[in-house]
């Protein structure tokens, strides 16, 4: 079965810093590109970043460019998202999402539950 | 303000069919294969549609997907009460090089 775990959200002040981690189980990891997208309280989805299978390549949204990185490690199954500079609007759930295999447009076939980070002082 | 434009909210009768439109340009749509996803409430997203008009396994033929031009259309028959969740569209725009979703469909099922 496939399963999406994420983990190290929380509370953090604005300006502050936080890492996400996306615990992978069920698939070959190494052979998807991964996503994160996130949803604010009571909003729709708003993509964050993508990353490529093998982790050298990134296409990151414009309201985190610069401060958001993701990155991966194929050998721990594991994808990452480090984030600098934390303001109030990237206050949502978090969720980690698997690429659908040989689709030439984004589309994902499989979400974790999701962590929640609130940016507040 | 969303990419993509679909309507706040739509609702149809059990039984019923419902359709929900996602409208974009030339950049998104018009290029790009379209998603859509079903969210319940308080639960994570979950792939209904992909290339337009794919449907993963276990995602019943009640669900279709379309394009023409630079908009999108998910169609649902046969709807159920536990139908009722947010839809969103999904796609690829090429100019931002990023995903753009719709700002979500709310689907009430009288």
């Known amino acids: 079965e496939v399963q999406l775990l994420e983990s190290g959200g929380g509370l953090v002040q604005p300006g502050g810093s936080l890492r996400l981690s996306c615990a992978a189980s069920g698939f070959t990891f190494s052979s998807f590109a991964m996503a994160w997208i996130r949803q604010a309280p009571g909003k729709g989805l708003d993509y964050v970043s993508i990353i490529s299978d093998r982790g050298d390549s990134t296409y990151n949204a414009d309201s985190v460019k610069g401060r958001f990185t993701s990155s991966r490690d194929n050998s721990k199954n594991t994808l990452y998202l480090q984030m600098y500079g934390l303001r109030a609007e990237d206050t949502a759930l978090y969720y980690c999402?698997?690429?659908?295999?040989?689709?030439?447009?984004?589309?994902?076939?499989?979400w974790g539950q999701g962590t929640l980070v609130t940016v507040s002082s | 303000q969303s990419v993509l434009t679909q309507p706040p909210s739509v609702s149809a009768a059990p039984g019923q069919r419902v359709t929900i439109s996602c409208s974009g340009s030339?950049?998104?749509?018009?290029?790009?294969?379209v998603s859509w996803y079903r969210q319940l409430p308080g639960t994570a997203p979950k792939l209904l549609i992909y290339d337009s008009n794919k449907r993963p396994s276990g995602i019943p033929d009640r669900f279709s997907g379309s394009t023409s031009g630079t908009s999108a259309t998910l169609g649902i028959t046969g709807l159920q009460t536990g139908d009722e969740a947010d839809y969103y569209c999904?796609?690829?725009?090429?100019?931002?090089?990023?995903?753009?979703f719709g700002g979500g469909t709310k689907l009430t099922v009288l």
């Open positions: 999904e796609t690829w725009d090429s100019s931002l090089s990023a995903v753009v």
């Open positions: 030339s950049s998104n749509i018009g290029n790009n294969y």
């Open positions: 999402a698997k690429y659908v295999a040989g689709t030439p447009t984004p589309a994902f076939d499989c």
